[in-house]
Structure formats: structure tokens, C-alpha cells
């Protein structure tokens, strides 16, 4: 099993940047698909990214492609999201996951972290 804490998040103004770090513990990161995913309030929680073992594939949902880019270290047990020219609609608790499936858009992680809020203001 892996234990997984995200951090990075916080306020932002409308067109800004962020990155989201997820430090991995309990088993080393490279032997899962990590992603990442957000809940924004009254909604459901949605795919965001996710890259392969190491990180030859990515995928990422139409909302963010071309603006958010996933990335792991294997060696230091982390994968970030960078998050640049982030619009009001991005506001969400994001969620770093990982898991056993390989990648693909309809990528759902095995464990989750507990989130960080990020929030864009207009």
C-alpha cells in the first residue's frame, strides 16, 4: 500500500501558475500510474492527468490539455501537477492518486492522498 500528501495548493489570481506536489511513502512510486484528479464544490470528482510508470505517457482531460502537465520522480518518490494560466472554473480540491491500471483518460487511481484546495480568483 502507498500513503500519499499532496501540497502546492493555495490562491491564485485568474491567468496564474501553481504546482501541486504528491510525495509517495509506504512503496516506492514507481511501481503504480499516478495521476491526478479535483473535486470543485457540488460536483463529482473528475480525471485531471495521469502519467505511466516512467512517465514515457501522459494523459490529460480536454479541460487542461495544453495548460497542466504532469510529471514523476521516481527517485524522490513525487509527481506534480504544474498548473499554468489557471482560469476561475480550475477552483477545486485536487487529489493526487495512484494506481495499478495503466494509463489512459478513463484512468481511475487505487489510493488516494487528501487533497489540497486550490482556488482562482477572477
Known amino acids: 500500500q502507498v500513503q500519499l500528501v499532496e501540497s502546492g495548493g493555495g490562491l491564485v489570481q485568474d491567468g496564474g501558475s501553481l504546482r501541486l506536489s504528491c510525495a509517495a511513502s509506504?512503496?516506492?512510486?514507481?511501481?503504480?500510474?499516478m495521476g491526478w484528479f479535483r473535486q470543485a464544490p457540488g460536483k463529482e470528482r473528475e480525471f485531471v492527468a495521469v502519467?505511466?510508470?516512467?512517465?514515457?505517457?501522459?494523459y490529460y482531460a480536454d479541460s487542461v490539455k495544453g495548460r497542466f502537465t504532469i510529471s514523476r520522480d521516481n527517485a524522490e518518490n513525487t509527481v506534480y501537477l504544474q498548473m499554468n494560466s489557471l482560469k476561475p472554473d480550475d477552483t477545486a480540491v485536487y487529489y493526487c492518486?495512484?494506481?495499478?491500471?495503466?494509463?489512459?483518460?478513463?484512468?481511475?487511481?487505487?489510493?488516494w492522498g487528501q487533497g489540497t484546495q486550490v482556488t482562482v480568483s477572477s
Open positions: 492518486a495512484a494506481g495499478r491500471t495503466s494509463a489512459s483518460s478513463s484512468w481511475l487511481g487505487d489510493y
Open positions: 509506504g512503496r516506492t512510486v514507481s511501481t503504480y500510474r
Open positions: 502519467i505511466s510508470l516512467l512517465g514515457r505517457a501522459t
